[in-house]
């Protein structure tokens, strides 16, 4: 199999980091790369990766991971490359990892009749979808109309919740809808998320997840404690793979261990009951059904979850307005 990989990138000091590299080299024994990055880079720090790409493209532009996919995309129009490979990989430097070789989770995966695969499947989000930091489509896929169309029609956005709702969510609806099918590497029964990378990390690495994503430090959005376990849990399962990657990166980075503070009380108690009404409304108005026991439960124990603050009450109440306007 040929693979071609749209990797994207943003780095606040236009440095590619150690971590990068290592991801990029691993990513190179199995599939072509171009590489895309939402930040002006040196030629000293685009000398790092030449070894392990074809081509890439520089260029602050603010669309995120998606619109750098969208801008190597157009760099394998220009050179009319598309048509040599047998899948299209997405992938974006959220992930320190991977721990150990990829070859067999390809072989697995591109084995199985389906079009396109993920490692981790969101099936509690607003719309089941296969989490954007890594996803392979086959030939059919990425040659359609569909994704062509799509990938062409990203643009920036005001509000990061938007980019997952219309482009993370979006892909896998628009490509599902086209009669595409799809599976993930972790498999998830229905109303569940078992396997969340941000969630449940350190059972992730025992079961064979190959990453640990950068944001379960940078967010930490289940305000996880045991955060500094991450060398030791890594190290006793992968004592090959060089944790300085890891821990020199996130120098750059604010590590954020969240207290449940008097404003997540407040906004919780002001804003479930909001939330709460606004689903079930939305849920009967595009779904055309009344929202089940069993869902509302759901989504009550996930708003639970957060340990919100004004930027997580923003991004909530934007898009619920949005949606219902």
Known sequence: MKRLTFFSFYDPKNQIDTYVIHYLKELNYVSDIIFS???????????????????????????????SHKLSYLKAIELD?????????????????????????FHKMENKNIDFWGFTHNTIDSSPHIQSYFVSINKDAFKSDTFSNFITSIKKEKIR??????????????????????????????????????????LMILRGFPFIKRTLFTRNTYNRKNLHKYKKVIH?????????MISDNLKKYKIIVKSHSLLSYISKLIFLPYLLIKIPLWHLKFKNKVISFKEYRKIFFFCLEFDWNKTDIKNYISNLNEIMN
């Not at 938007?162 to 109303?191: A, Q």
């Open 37 to 67: 990055a939402d930040c002006e880079l040196s030629e000293f720090e685009l000398e790092k990766i030449n070894p392990f790409i074809l081509t890439s493209t520089c260029k602050s532009h603010g669309e995120y991971d998606f619109g």
């Open 81 to 105: 490359i598309l048509k040599n490979y047998d899948w299209l990989i997405l992938a974006n430097d959220s992930c320190y990892g991977p721990f150990y070789k990829l070859d067999a989770v």
């Open 161 to 202: 919740r938007n980019i997952i709702l219309k482009y993370e969510h979006g892909l896998t609806r628009i490509l599902e809808e086209d009669n595409f099918s799809y599976d993930t590497y972790f498999i998830e029964k229905p109303n569940s998320f078992l396997h969340d990378p941000a969630k449940d990390w350190e």
């Open 236 to 244: 006793s399962i992968h004592p090959k793979y060089d944790l300085a």
